[in-house]
Every structure is written in C-alpha cells, then in structure tokens.
C-alpha cells in the first residue's frame, strides 16, 4: 500500500524525512517536490529500484537519461571527473537551483551506468529533495513525472499525483503545489556551456 506524507519545505520534519529515506533504502520508489516539476526517484545503488522505474519510463536502464539529485556539490565529485575551475565556478553559482548539468562521468558511477560518458547533475532548491539525499548519504536517481494527456494539475497537486501513482510507488511526499516548467539542462562536456534545454533556470547566470 503506497503511502502518503505532507512534508513542509519550510521545515521539514526529520521523522518523515526519515520515513522517505527507510523507503528508499528498502529499494521502494518516491515521488518527492524540487523547485521544478515533482521527481519520481530511488535509492542510487539499488539496482531492483532502478530496474522498475526503467520500466515504468518504458525505457532500457542503460540508455536512461536519469538525473542524479545531490544536496551539495560535494556529492558531485563521487561521479564526475575532475572539473576545472571554471565549471566549478559555473555550478557554484547556480547550484542549488533549477538546472540540470551534464558533466563527464568517472569509473566509480554505479554499474548500470557505466556505459554513460556524461552524467545530469541536479542539486534542487528545496528543502525537503535535499534533506533526504543528505540523510540517505548517497544521490538519488531521477526522472520527472509527466502527463500523457497533459493534464497540467496531474503533475503539479501531490493529491492527484497521489490518486494517479499509488499503484506503482512506494511513497508520495505531499510537499506543496509543484510547478509545471522542467529545469533548465546545460551542457558543461564541450569547450563553452551549451544548452540542451531552456526551463525555469535563468540564463543570464552564464
């Protein structure tokens, strides 16, 4: 039976943090706010949660595009190669906040993604992503729910997200109305930043 939790951003309670992070680390799937649209993630080194939310993206996990959701820079170097320090200073400045960051990955990423050159980096603005990763002690992998039928509230009211998931997650965090504008993903692999995709992240920070 999925579970249902209101988690305030502006204070988390640390008991139901603790309950999203027990979910996790039984390899069950969550449904959590960011500061863009609500994320569907697990545990990063789980390889059976992984595997399901492949499945339900309709995807091989070998070719998924998964972002991996940090809550600080200091988890990003566990993944990525070495940066110089101009690419430091670019996530400095923007992180955390409403951007994706492509960046080479390293030999220590988990192994279903090994065959991956680059890796999406996010480190959310808000309170509650950040708090779980923190107490799970490692990233967590994710993806953005959608809408086929492009239902705007399906996405953005915890409730209805709650009615529409129940069956295929382990846990639905009520953190608030989501917002409906994915984040902005930049390229940072290439000799100057490119950009994939224009979302709620502000440009003129580059």
């Known amino acids: 039976m999925s579970q249902f939790i209101k988690i305030y ?3 988390p309670s640390e008991a139901a943090i603790k309950k999203v992070v027990d979910v996790l680390k039984s ?3 969550v449904i959590y706010p960011t500061d863009t649209v609500y994320g569907l993630g697990c545990d990063i080194t789980n390889s059976r949660a992984l595997e399901k939310i492949a499945k ?8 998924a595009n998964f972002s991996f959701i940090c809550s600080d820079l200091s988890h990003i170097s566990d993944y990525i190669k070495q ?3 101009a690419t430091f200073k670019i996530l400095k400045r923007a992180l955390p ?3 994706t960051f492509i960046l080479p990955g390293n030999n220590d990423l988990p192994k279903e993604f090994r065959k991956k050159k680059t890796v999406g980096i996010r480190v959310p603005n ?3 992503a950040r708090a779980i990763v923190q107490l799970l002690g490692n990233p967590i992998v994710s993806t953005s729910i959608h809408d086929e039928d492009d239902v705007i509230e399906y996405s ?3 409730e209805l997200i709650f009615e ?3 069956n295929k997650v382990d846990l639905v965090i009520d953190g608030g109305y989501g917002d409906n504008v994915a984040s902005t993903i930049i390229d940072l692999t290439g000799y100057e930043p490119e950009v994939i995709r224009e979302g709620k992240g502000d440009l003129d920070i580059f």
Do not use: A, F, V
Request: proline residues 7%; neutral net charge; glycine residues 14%.
């Open 9 to 11: 951003e502006d204070k």
């Open 27 to 29: 390899g069950g799937l």
């Open 56 to 63: 339900i993206k309709g995807i091989k996990l070998d070719r």
């Open 83 to 85: 940066i110089d320090t």
């Open 97 to 99: 906040g409403p951007y």
């Open 126 to 128: 808000n309170t509650i």
């Open 156 to 158: 953005t009211d915890p």
């Open 164 to 166: 529409k998931w129940q």
